[in-house]
């Protein structure tokens, strides 16, 4: 899930989307239809800090 562009999985946030690759369907493992929409995308830098 996105919150304010940030990725929760990652932490990641989305700089840009920059095209639009299309798009392929395909039948879940529930067997339901589904789409799968792809784009690239450019982040913002990731800073760490050290923990002692």
Do not use: N
């Amino acid at each position: 899930m996105w919150q304010d562009g940030r990725d929760e999985e990652t932490g990641v946030t989305v700089a840009a989307i920059t095209a639009y690759l299309g798009a392929f369907d395909y039948t879940s493992g529930s067997g339901k239809l589904s789409r799968q929409h792809t784009w690239p995308v450019t982040v913002s830098p990731i800073w760490h800090q050290a923990v002692p």
